[in-house]
């Protein structure tokens, strides 16, 4: 027991060192140690929380083409700045103001994701500085994989007492990617497979990483297709790699793909991200796009390019889409149909496993499709107690009738329903004769749902608005951050949020609501075959096809 406490507390505090002491001398004195030291001691082996770190060191942290991006990004960032002062001097109308704010909400929460992230990876650098000068001195690389293979090899040949286990296929992989051996990192990845072991995005990362950093795009959509064979979404750092090896050597066919992906799975990017977009527009592939085969197929189907190069620089778009580089015209682009069932399929998987009565959620579905389809979900508490943050404020059902009078004003056509907590429905408020009418009118009409003791609504008001399709609209203020990363489709989220949800104020002029704007903030191709890139701080990035040579001269001598 002693010897267990001694490995766990050095696991914590990233002592590899004190770890493998503790853990010889208990082997010595004839102990048996369970698996999950084992796995400690191989995940403490492959890095730990930083083994990514390992990897920068050993690769120099990206190439030189990455890294004259990224300052040919800081200088356009600076320009793209200047411009916007500039244009914030003119006046703009109401409805330009209204479409900036979409714009901004779109954006925002992913640059305050961006800032806690970077918040969080400058503290734990802090503290991880702190905490190593206080370590005894740790085992090299060298050693680290020695012992981890020992680990691992004693665990393979214990006849199932020491189960192997994703964690223990993942720390050698991560050991040999930063040996710089990308073979080895994939073999191992597939090896947990055929394991009968259910693998991780993690498992291959460091195969994808590996590969990327060689330059060997060829292996590196290898492993992409291995990723997809065991069904498992990218995220954003993993297409940051494929486009950093595809800007090595995959044609330009396969480059567009990845970023069509991009665009269809994520929104915002990343700073390292763009970075790597500006690498793969200047890479031989896209120079040449157009000419030969490889065309570069506008959204429209008409090839741009021309063999003349691209040119990528910060761009500006206006609240109707427009993209002030090239001209070209964003659209709203939304979940598929497709799309919208697994997403709906999925929130409904959590809020299943979460009930306290299961058959609560599956009695709320029958209930929809008895009373559906509905095209307008109100968010009822979060609509009731807006502003209410003042002495004699409360649960105030008044809002909540202005906005269903509002929706059925505009949107005749679109059947609502209103979604409280059913304690709400037995709150003094909810007794008051005009909230009594209103629960009495809307029941009535099919149009409210009282979710049960002990559920989270959360999940019944985002559900409800999933399955209402691509015109359904959900009136809420919640940002749902906490959501993004217990569905089981997250990919599909933030899409659907941008075009979905509708945000709402009250003020002395009365209700106003914020429609979603009128495009999507994420990677496009446009008609005219240029690119479109939003990054998490709110800019935006153009790649165009720069004119051919001779269009050039004419277009000159005109």
């Known amino acids: 027991m002693q010897a267990r406490m001694a490995i766990h507390q050095a696991a914590k505090a990233n002592d590899l060192a004190t770890a493998l002491a503790v853990f010889d001398q208990a082997k010595s004195d004839g102990l048996r140690l369970g698996a999950d030291l084992y796995v400690s001691l191989l995940y403490l082996c492959s890095g730990g929380d930083g083994w990514e770190q390992h990897l920068q060191r050993l690769y120099g942290g990206g190439g030189a083409a990455d890294k004259a991006a990224g300052a040919e990004g800081k200088e356009g960032e600076q320009q793209q700045q200047q411009q916007q002062q500039q244009a914030g001097d003119a006046p703009a109308g109401d409805g330009a103001a209204e479409a900036d704010s979409a714009v ?42 020695r012992r981890a293979e020992e680990l691992f090899a004693e665990m393979r040949g214990s006849e199932g007492r020491l189960p192997l286990s994703e964690t223990c296929f993942t720390a050698l992989a991560r050991l040999a990617a930063a040996q710089g051996d990308a073979s080895r990192a994939f073999e191992l990845a597939q090896e947990a497979v055929a394991h009968g072991i259910d693998p991780k995005l993690r498992s291959f990362t460091p195969a994808v990483i590996a590969y990327a950093e ?10 992409d297709a291995a990723i997809a064979a065991q069904q498992l979404d990218l995220t954003e750092a993993e297409f940051a790699r494929l486009l950093q090896a595809a800007a090595a050597g995959a044609s330009w066919e396969r480059a567009a793909s990845v970023l069509r992906r991009i665009g269809s799975e994520l929104t915002v990017l990343q700073p390292e991200t763009l970075a790597r977009v500006r690498t793969l527009f200047a890479s031989p592939a896209a120079a040449t796009a157009g000419a030969g085969g490889g065309a570069v197929e506008g959204a429209g189907g008409a090839a741009a390019g021309g063999g003349g190069g691209w040119e990528v620089g910060p761009t500006t778009i206006s609240p109707s889409g427009q993209c002030s580089a090239c001209g070209g015209q964003l659209k709203a682009l939304d979940l598929s149909a497709e799309e919208m069932r697994t997403f709906a399929e999925g929130i409904a998987a959590i809020a299943e496993r979460q009930e306290k009565r299961p058959n609560d959620f599956q009695q709320f579905k029958e209930w929809l499709a008895k009373h559906g389809p509905f095209g307008a979900v109100i968010d009822g508490a979060n609509v009731a107690l807006f502003g209410q943050n003042f002495e004699s404020g409360g649960f105030n059902f008044g809002q909540i ?104 104020r009250f003020s002395t002029a009365g209700l106003e609501l914020d429609y979603p704007a009128p495009y999507t903030t994420c990677v496009q191709q446009l008609e005219c075959g240029s690119w479109v890139f939003p990054g998490a701080d709110g800019s935006w990035l153009c790649a165009k096809p720069a004119a051919a040579p001779a269009a050039a001269e004419a277009e000159a001598a005109a």
């Open 401 to 504: 009738k202005a906005v269903m009078n509002h929706l059925a004003s505009r949107h005749p056509d679109l059947k609502p329903l209103l979604m409280l907590h059913v304690g709400r429905t037995k709150a003094p408020q909810a007794r008051a004769p005009a909230a009594q009418e209103l629960l009495r009118q809307l029941t009535e009409a099919g149009s409210f749902y009282a979710t049960p003791a002990g559920s989270n609504d959360d999940w019944y008001w985002i559900y409800a608005s999933v399955t209402a399709g691509e015109r359904g609209l959900l009136v809420s203020n919640d940002e749902m951050r906490d959501h993004i990363f217990q569905l089981l489709a997250p990919k599909y989220f933030l899409k659907w949020k941008q075009r979905h949800q509708v945000k709402y």
């Open 214 to 223: 060689q330059g060997d795009a060829d292996k590196a959509f290898e492993v």
């Open 104 to 145: 901004a909400a779109a954006a925002a929460p992913a640059a305050r994701q961006a800032g806690e992230q970077a918040a969080e990876a400058s503290a734990a650098e802090g503290a991880a500085g702190a905490a190593s000068a206080a370590l005894p001195p740790q085992p090299d690389a060298a050693e680290r994989l």
